[in-house]
């Protein structure tokens, strides 16, 4: 699940303290920004978040939904010549960038938005050497203008820049216009499930010991 996903459930499941949310996108986040982060190192509020980011990973990514549409994402990377580590990564990816893209422009952005202006506060649970580089990705993303997941293309640049220093997993540049033009033909399914499997992901992380 990527941070629009982590921020309806946390949402859904009644938590809106800008601090809650930062640490159930944080380990997203903190990938964005190419720095690590140990929940153990963090306490209270951002803490729980980042507990919550990982139930709901575990729960949204063993969805029957989630597992069949990402594999007939592959299955069709595949079959338009796509080697098989990138169409691997971006059935996985790509679908969870789609389910985002149904919430483009909902409430959920606009937590989002709270969530990265109180990120300083995670700052103080990072490693000195990754410091800079989390402040200078919140300068950017405190800037840049709102994700466009609801675009194929969009999200097709994306990931092929995701991927970019994955080798195994890199996407050519040439073959980014095919992976949008699969996702545009897979879009339509994936918002017909987005309630469900949003709203099974919030009733699984709710009823989840805390550890």
């Known amino acids: 699940m990527n941070v629009l996903g982590h921020t309806h459930v946390a949402l859904a499941g009644g938590r809106d303290d800008p601090e809650y949310l930062l640490g159930a996108v944080l380990p997203d986040l903190a990938a964005m920004a ?3 982060v140990t929940g153990a190192a963090f306490a209270g509020a951002l803490a729980a978040g ?3 980011h990982h139930r709901t990973d575990a ?3 063993a969805h029957p ?6 594999g007939a994402l592959r299955r069709a990377l595949v079959e338009r010549d796509l080697a098989l580590g990138p169409a691997r990564a971006v059935g996985h990816a790509g679908w969870e960038l789609l389910l985002d ?3 483009v422009g909902t409430e959920v952005e606009g937590a989002l938005g709270r969530a990265i202006a109180v990120g ?3 700052a103080a649970g990072l490693a000195p050497a990754a410091r800079d580089r989390w402040a200078a990705f919140l300068h950017r993303a405190r800037r840049a203008p709102g994700p466009r997941y609801d675009d194929p293309a969009w999200v097709a640049d994306r990931l092929h820049a995701m991927l970019e220093r994955r080798p195994r997993l890199r996407l050519p540049a040439g073959q980014v216009a095919t ?3 699969v996702l545009a033909s897979h879009a339509a399914e994936v918002a017909g ?3 469900r499997v949003l709203d099974d992901t919030t009733r699984a992380v709710a009823v989840t010991p805390v550890r």
Do not use: E, M, P
Not at 65 to 70: E, K, Q, V, Y
């Open 34 to 36: 190419g720095i690590r």
């Open 50 to 52: 980042i507990r919550s």
């Open 59 to 61: 729960a949204f990514h």
């Open 65 to 70: 939904d989630f597992l069949a549409g990402s």
């Open 101 to 103: 893209g149904t919430l």
């Open 120 to 122: 300083d506060r995670a």
């Open 179 to 181: 992976v949008a033009g």
């Open 193 to 195: 499930c987005a309630s």
